[in-house]
């Protein structure tokens, strides 16, 4: 490709050859590259770095976000020195491009946008066809023989900068227009004819005094200086500052600003403007994907109002711009090593690069490629792993439509972003957040959105739209965060004043239930059931590569073979969590109960016969599916009284209609087994000292088990836990008590057993003398939830209902304690233990099981902790094990909050 035509030798001096002035707060494009985001933007520094790679850019400068940040600081005043800097970059521009800034004969137009360290796409403001007034929108229209071209440009000019620099309510600017597009039956501006455009600058212009009090100013330098000084400001703008918290951006980075030279899509029918991904961000098939129009300026594709072309009809119109930029997403690729997304302008017949970065997509791409790159020879599987994060996974997990489920969809849309939901249509975003503070989940239906419905489409479970393609501004925000999207569904009437969304003769109004399908675009009327998806084949090959990097290991919560085959499937080394209660409930509740309310010694030995039977027979299945691999076993955990009906309930039943006399034996066991505050009573290991014979049989009934699947060939791997410990001497007797037992299997089976025994971390204390309690056993495993519990002194169902919400609301915790691990508090404790356990004995084996087990943020802290594994659900094992390797690559780490507050 040849581009020298397009662009400016790097200018290391000035015309007479001496070195130029030193510039603080200004870089010119060709000074920077990629690797300057801090300084420059991402904007600018990528512009920088196509600049340096030769592509198409049409020339400009960036200031930096040093002097946005300096600004800032003195109260929105810029330093003294950037205006020189300024007028002297601007001087550079008018000398490569041959025109001049404010010249009418051949006036030079600018862009003024604004670029951050991290893309905050539509969030902060840009200011387009600089530099235009009366007299050199006279100067254009001689220039260029269009008055039509010239006019629009002046108009678009007057609209940014009105509502960007000059703060005009965007609302009283497009009441100045919309009686003149109604008159000339258009829908937007691009299609009034010059006349129309006359009209419509007067209007504006009118508009702007009304609102500011002062003429739109002429004076191209004073639209410069305004338009930086307002772009700085648009950094703490409202939405700029939302998308930030959303994000997780910080708020001191501040804003680079981009001048730079105008190039004209909207020159002609020769000319374009355009959007384009190097592969496809829904789906992430190599191949490019995009969209453009015809005769337009680059923001009318972004904001929806016109209906725009697939970039695979580009090669219609302009041939040979297409195979030209089909190289620049070749170089492009092979510069940044990834998808890009690129903004792109033709100006009679010659392409322009406007803006690259590494785009954005779904969770389902972003396997895709990370896969696909690896496969390409371009980066190395650990990268791979690093690009695809355990939010993404967990993303792809999202819901479909049950392909069970019978439906007619309405209308189609475009899927702009995969998952589906069902919900009450609202139609404006204060609607959505409305409705969704009440409880009910809703899905947002406009005609397109902006920024400024943000916080509808995050309260909202999903979007649909009548306008706009797959880089509207709902399809990137909702892929973004991982909602699903429906957009440029054509059929679609979206009345929000009338409170209606019509499609043909269907009328749907707010508060109605509709479904959509951003997988598939379908649009339906009431409610369809969704399920969730099969895995994608790169995830496999993905999660292996994971498994490499990896040094935890992932074992599984899991109780039934069933259970723990689906964990094993998905990738579980072993089950570091079988809860022995799951086994007595359902029709073996009489069992259970038959040995708690036993009357002798005989009937509880016969009740006692029959549980070990079952518990065996159990613990065979297990081991067998668990062949080779550790299990787990924790001995009976719960209170007696949660296997037994309630108090209250037999109470009532006895007042109304009497008890049987087995309900009377019930009653009484209910009574003798009562509770103040079950969380902390005669539960765990306190049951199994004051009840021995229940241990007794679960330890016989387990190591028979082992015995018998080792006499036919299997490999049992038996870890028997104890739980709720929180003193050493009461783990010391249960242990006694399981090694007893063990010596009569061993005598019975005549051979010694191997079996390995641990105690659960879960009481404050216990966490406290882990030290000591670590020189009893082979393996510590933290119970995070109830260690939660006691280290805040919550009961977990009393606080998550009514205490946690306004908690987090306000603030006062960062996340939900039994979500994510409070690593300040919980954490602290945890990590005292570690620290105490490794001391003793370094070989001790050291987990976690409970719902943190495949919390990614969580199990960041576990490893840098140095835990030996987790343990989490069957499902959560894929997520459990990106982040395992995640961690290890150090990309997840612990994060205080208290130590900020
Ligand atoms: P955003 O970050 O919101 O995408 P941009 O700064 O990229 O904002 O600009 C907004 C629109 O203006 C884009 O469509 C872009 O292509 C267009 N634009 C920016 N600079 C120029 C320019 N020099 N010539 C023509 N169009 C431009
Ligand atoms: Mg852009
Ligand atoms: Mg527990």
């Known amino acids: 490709m040849d581009t020298s035509t397009l662009v400016p030798a790097p200018v290391a001096r000035t015309n007479d050859g001496s070195p130029p002035t030193p510039r603080r707060w200004v870089r010119l494009f060709e000074e920077g590259g990629a690797d300057q985001r801090d300084l420059l933007g991402g904007k600018g520094a990528n512009l920088a770095e196509m600049v340096r790679m030769g592509l198409p850019v049409p020339p400009g400068f960036t200031v930096t976000t040093e002097a946005c940040r300096a600004t800032t600081a003195a109260d929105g005043t810029a330093p003294s020195e950037l205006a020189d800097e300024v007028r002297s970059a601007i001087a550079h521009l008018e000398q490569v491009t041959g025109l001049g800034f404010g010249d009418p004969t051949a006036p030079l137009l600018l862009s003024v946008r604004s670029g951050a360290k991290f893309s905050m796409p539509g969030m902060m403001d840009t200011v387009l066809d600089l530099g235009l007034n009366p007299e050199t929108v006279a100067g254009l229209e001689a220039k260029t023989g269009d008055r039509w071209f010239a006019l629009d440009a002046y108009r678009r000019l007057l609209d940014l900068f009105g509502r960007v620099v000059l703060g005009v309510p965007e609302e009283q600017l497009s009441a100045a227009a919309t009686p003149l597009l109604e008159r000339h039956a258009v829908t937007d501006p691009s299609g009034l004819p010059v006349e129309g455009l006359e009209e419509l600058i007067a209007a504006y212009d009118a508009a702007i005094v009304a609102a500011t009090g002062r003429p739109f100013p002429t004076d191209p330098w004073e639209q410069l200086d305004a338009a930086i000084l307002a772009v700085f400001r648009s950094w703490n703008g409202n939405r700029a500052v939302t998308y930030r918290r959303m994000e997780g951006i910080s708020d001191d980075l501040g804003t680079a600003v981009n001048v730079q030279v105008m190039v004209f899509g909207n020159a002609g029918d020769d000319s374009g403007t355009g959007v384009a991904f190097t592969r496809d961000p829904a789906t992430g098939e190599a191949r490019p994907v995009g969209d453009f129009l015809l005769h337009a300026q680059g923001e009318d594709v972004v904001a929806g109002t016109r209906t725009t072309e697939p970039l695979s009809h580009l090669g219609a119109v302009f041939p040979e711009c297409e195979v030209e930029l089909l190289e620049v997403f070749r170089r492009l690729e092979e510069r940044y090593r990834d998808l890009c997304d690129i903004e792109f302008t033709i100006e009679h017949g010659t392409l322009y690069v406007l803006q690259t970065r590494v785009g954005k997509r779904t969770a389902l791409a972003a396997l895709r490629i990370a896969v696909e790159l690896v496969d390409e020879g371009v980066i190395e599987p650990a990268e791979a792993v690093a690009r695809f994060t355990p939010d993404q996974l967990e993303m792809l997990l999202h819901p479909r439509f049950d392909p069970a489920a019978s439906y007619e969809p309405v209308t189609r849309g475009l899927a702009a972003s995969p998952g589906a939901a069902a919900g009450e249509v609202v139609l404006t975003a204060d609607a959505a957040v409305a409705r969704a503070a009440e409880g009910v989940d809703v899905l947002l239906v406009r005609p397109q959105t902006s920024p400024e419905d943000l916080h509808g489409i995050l309260a909202a479970r999903g979007v649909l739209t009548s306008r706009g393609g797959l880089v509207s501004h709902a399809a990137v925000v909702a892929r973004g965060i991982g909602k699903p999207a429906v957009c440029g569904a054509a059929d679609l009437v979206v009345d929000p004043d009338a409170g209606t969304v019509t499609i043909g003769d269907v009328v749907i109004h707010a508060g109605d239930t509709i479904s959509i399908d951003g997988t598939s675009g379908d649009v339906v009327v009431g409610e369809v059931a969704v399920v969730a998806p099969a895995a994608p084949p790169e995830l496999v090959r993905l999660l292996g590569w994971a498994d490499e990097v990896r040094e935890l290991r992932v074992l599984t919560n899991a109780d039934t073979p069933e259970d723990a085959r689906a964990a094993l499937e998905r990738g579980a080394e072993g089950i570091g969590l079988c809860r022995t209660e799951h086994q007595f409930l359902g029709d073996r509740l009489p069992l259970v109960r038959h040995v708690i309310l036993a009357t002798d010694d005989a009937d509880r030995d016969e009740a006692i016969a029959d549980l070990y039977v079952q518990q065996r027979h159990d613990f065979v299945e297990l081991l067998e599916a668990v062949d080779g691999l550790p299990v787990t076993v924790r001995l009976l955990d719960p209170p007696l009284h949660e296997f ?71 490999d049992p791997q038996v870890r028997i836990m104890i739980p709720l410990v929180s003193a050493p001497a009461e783990l010391a007797a249960a242990l006694a008590a399981v090694r007893a037992v063990a010596a009569e299997v061993e005598a019975a089976a005549g051979h010694p057993l191997s079996y390995e025994v641990g105690a ?66 919980v954490g602290e404790l945890v990590r005292t233990a570690v620290e105490r356990i490794r001391a003793t004995d370094p070989t001790v084996d050291i987990s976690v099981c409970g719902e943190h087990g495949g919390d990614p943020t969580s199990v960041g802290f576990f490893s840098a902790v140095g835990f030996d594994d987790v343990s989490c659900s069957p499902f959560r094992v894929p997520v459990a094990r990106l982040a395992a390797a995640h961690a290890e690559l150090g990309l997840l780490g612990p994060a205080s909050h208290d130590a900020s507050v």
């Open 644 to 714: 037994l009906p309630r108090v209250e309930q037999l109470l009532v039943a006895d007042a109304t209609r009497g008890l049987s006399e087995e309900e009377h034996h019930l009653l009484d066991g209910a009574l003798a087994w009562r509770e103040d505050d079950p969380m902390l009573g005669i539960r765990g290991v306190r049951l199994g000292l004051l009840r021995p014979e229940i241990y007794a049989v679960q330890v016989r009934a387990l190591l028979d088990a082992a015995v018998e699947r080792s006499a036919a060939g299997g």
């Open 760 to 825: 659960m971390i879960e009481t404050p204390r216990a966490a406290l003398l882990a030290g000591v309690i670590a020189e009893q056993v082979d393996f510590l495993s933290f119970g995070t939830n109830d260690l939660t519990q006691m280290t805040f002194g919550f009961s977990r169902d009393d606080v998550e209902a009514r205490l946690l919400p306004p908690y987090l609301a306000q603030g006062i915790l960062p996340a939900d304690p039994f979500e994510t691990i409070d690593v300040d508090g």
